[in-house]
């Protein structure tokens, strides 16, 4: 009961300071166009920001919905809260977060994966602000003087992160794995928009193992009760 209590005071600390710090962070990145609108008269006009922010949201909007969803499980809610700040969740915070679950042998969803999850990303944002920052900084001379072909790999760099992360995960649950996989190449197949493919992988990957859960669950039940009956 105590750790129960516990948990739920870390989680009601969570919410605050994520929403504090992802609200302060909202409202500073307002102040340079602001300034630029409304001190020194560089306002385009609305007509040319809704235009700008419709072609924006058409383009990436459904990730708005999609990546908070698919990635809550994984990073737990002080992680997520910490991903959506530090940024780069696809290619350091979720791997960094498996990673450090896989550490400790935690069931995806638990509370323990929840508190792996945060110490992987809280150290990946350290290394992340501590390290990468300096690099950033010069990272236009220093891919300059890197050989082509390394600069060629580089487009292959997310693609093996996220195969790395699903074989880890699908690892643990290989059914799961092989559901994510199959309905992604089949949707990949279709004749149809990017757009529509993400909403379409998710949607429907998670409807898929939501009924193989509900189809299985009898099965165990029935399956319980005959080895009760035997025995």
Excluded at 9 to 24: E, S
Excluded at 72 to 91: A, E, Q
Excluded at 208 to 231: A, D, F, G, R, V
Aim: with cysteine; net charge positive.
């Amino acid at each position: 009961m105590s750790q129960k209590d516990d948990l739920s005071v870390f989680h009601r600390q969570a919410h605050f300071y994520g929403r504090l710090t992802l609200w302060a962070v909202i409202l500073t990145t307002m102040i340079p166009p602001l300034y630029l609108s409304f001190v020194l008269g560089y306002h385009p006009g609305w007509g040319v920001v809704l235009t700008a922010f419709l072609g924006v949201a058409a383009f990436v909007g459904v990730m708005w919905i999609l990546e908070p969803i698919s990635y809550f499980p994984s990073l737990g809610i002080s992680g997520t809260y910490m991903s959506f700040l530090v940024g780069n969740i696809s290619n350091m915070c979720l791997p960094c977060s498996a990673a450090a679950q896989n550490a400790v042998n935690a069931e995806p969803g638990s509370k323990k994966a929840e508190l792996a999850a945060t110490a992987g990303i809280a150290g990946a944002s350290l290394v992340h602000i501590v390290v990468l920052v300096p690099i950033v900084l010069g990272g236009a001379f220093i891919v300059s003087i890197l050989p082509p072909a390394i600069q060629t790999a580089f487009q292959y760099v997310l693609p093996a992160i996220f195969g790395g992360v699903t074989v880890q995960f699908a690892m643990k649950r290989p059914i799961y794995g092989i559901i994510g996989v199959f309905v992604g190449i089949v949707i990949t197949l279709l004749p149809i928009s990017s757009f529509i493919k993400v909403i379409l992988c998710v949607s429907g990957t998670i409807a898929i193992m939501y009924l193989y859960e509900k189809y299985k669950q009898p099965k165990e039940i029935l399956t319980e009760e005959l080895s009760i009956q035997k025995n």
